[in-house]
């Protein structure tokens, strides 16, 4: 596609289920990134894809997250047994090259009730 | 490790006034440099970045930074602000040497008024 798509734009669930968030890169863009951009702060990095493997999963906050990436596009982030604290926008990126210049969706909007 | 400073939150500006948005890295390795823009319900975008060559990159929409190494500092600037320029300004670091993720300030708010 043009740019990065997410889905859903907007998640509001209760405390305890499991969430599933979706990404489509650019296509052709061999890196995928996930982060967390939660109210008052920053971007925080949860995990990084070359490919479909995922060297670098140190940004995940806890073994309640999972992702995983097939066919080298789309991407899933799992959150599991969610908190109130997981609510965030969650923004994927994807690039071409290694030099940073990322291109983001416009992310995913979890509330957790 | 790195880590990228900005100190400002929100820096309330009137329209047609100068601005500068203050960014501070830290890193032990040669970093790659960049400004993220998220406009009003928009996702975020690349408004410029240092790789190499001249310290001083420009952007489209008139703002540039300067890589400055031994401040370690690649603040934004723009010399006449307008109400469009509203927005989120991210300061993010990437390291040079093989593959780094891409490190974030927290972001400043530009309030642009009339």
């Known amino acids: 596609g043009a740019g990065v798509s997410q889905s859903p734009s907007n998640k509001v669930t209760e405390k305890g289920k499991d969430v599933e968030l979706r990404c489509d890169p650019i296509s052709g863009h061999t890196a995928l990134y996930w982060y967390r951009q939660r109210l008052g702060q920053g971007l925080e990095f949860l995990i990084y894809f070359q490919g479909n493997s995922a060297p670098d999963k140190s940004g995940l906050p806890s073994d309640r997250f999972s992702a995983e990436r097939t066919g080298e596009s789309v991407s899933t982030l799992t959150i599991q047994r969610t908190q109130q604290e997981d609510s965030a926008v969650y923004l994927c990126?994807?690039?071409?090259?290694?030099?940073?210049?990322?291109?983001f969706g416009e992310g995913s909007r979890l509330t957790v009730l | 490790a790195q880590s990228v400073t900005q100190l400002d939150s929100q820096v309330p500006v009137f329209e047609e006034a100068p601005v500068e948005l203050r960014c501070n890295y830290s890193?032990?390795?040669?970093?790659?440099l960049f400004w993220y823009v998220q406009y009003p319900n928009q996702g975020l975008q690349l408004l410029l970045k240092?790789?190499?060559?001249?310290?001083l990159v420009e952007s489209i929409n008139g703002f540039e930074a300067e890589f400055n190494k031994s401040q370690t500092s690649f603040h934004l600037r723009k010399p006449s602000v307008h109400i469009s320029d509203t927005a989120e300004y991210f300061c993010a670091v990437s390291s040079r040497s093989g593959y780094s993720t891409l490190t974030f300030g927290k972001g400043t708010m530009l309030l642009v008024s009339p």
């Open positions: 990126a994807s690039s071409l090259v290694l030099t940073g210049e990322l291109f």
């Open positions: 890193s032990s390795v040669s970093v790659y």
């Open positions: 240092y790789l190499s060559g001249s310290t």
